[in-house]
């Protein structure tokens, strides 16, 4: 079982749809990371949480540490938003990885 | 535009080989970690240097070594490469450890032939 699990791992949606993709770990941690990667593979840090929740744009972040749970939501998603999503935990000396999930968004 | 650069963007490798991998971090940084992405999987923790020290490891043999310099910069060497060391290594910085964001660079596309 890996440190932190990912779902779905593959999300397909309609332009304009709301989407979440959920995130829980099971290490203890001192922050949570969200990740957009790009074909191609460069990848661009979303939020970075340790509690409550965060907002940047149509994305939005949420973290319960007590559940040990975070998610990421896309409100009125958009073509340009597919890509892979990556949560990461991070101890302050080192990073867990979910697999990753890949978002497509049809026109 | 991204703070964080690293080279080469790409490079071709023979088995056996060594590599050395370059990260020019974000101005103001003082941590870099190293990640290695293969293929279709999400990416893996390498290491981690603060201040010039390795202040954390992933589950990578001692062939993959790194070097942070008194600018920040950092490098990782992997020494004997194999044919599983392709892949997309990626560096990162960051203001100190957990509590602050991190940078990534693009990455640079390791093949090993």
């Known amino acids: 079982k890996n440190e932190v699990e990912q779902s779905p791992q593959n999300l397909t949606a309609q332009e304009g749809e709301f989407i979440t993709i959920n995130c829980s770990y099971s290490v203890g941690i001192s922050a949570l990371h969200w990740l957009q990667q790009h074909p191609g593979g460069g990848i661009v840090s979303l939020f970075m949480?340790?509690?409550g929740k965060k907002k940047h744009g149509r994305l939005i972040a949420t973290i319960n540490i007590q559940e040990k749970h975070s998610s990421l939501h896309i409100t009125a998603s958009h073509p340009r938003d597919s890509a892979v999503y990556i949560c990461?935990?991070?101890?302050?000396?080192?990073?867990?990885f979910g697999t990753g999930t890949s978002l497509t968004v049809i026109p | 535009e991204t703070g964080v650069t690293q080279s080469p963007t790409h490079l071709i490798k023979t088995r056996g080989q060594q590599v050395t991998l370059r990260c020019s971090s974000q101005?103001?940084?003082?941590?870099v970690s190293w990640y290695q992405q293969a293929l279709g999987q999400g990416p893996q923790f390498i290491f981690q240097?603060?201040?010039?020290?390795?202040?954390g490891r992933g589950n990578f043999p001692p062939r993959f070594s790194g070097l942070q310099f008194p600018n920040y910069s950092s490098e990782l060497n992997v020494n004997a490469l194999e044919l599983d060391d392709s892949a997309l290594y990626l560096c990162?910085?960051?203001?100190?450890?957990?509590?602050?964001?991190?940078?990534f660079g693009s990455g640079t596309r390791l093949t090993v032939v």
């Open positions: 949480l340790s509690s």
């Open positions: 240097y603060y201040r010039e020290e390795e202040n």
């Open positions: 990162a910085s960051s203001l100190g450890g957990a509590g602050y964001g991190y940078t």
């Open positions: 990461a935990g991070d101890t302050g000396n080192q990073f867990y």
């Open positions: 101005s103001g940084h003082n941590t």
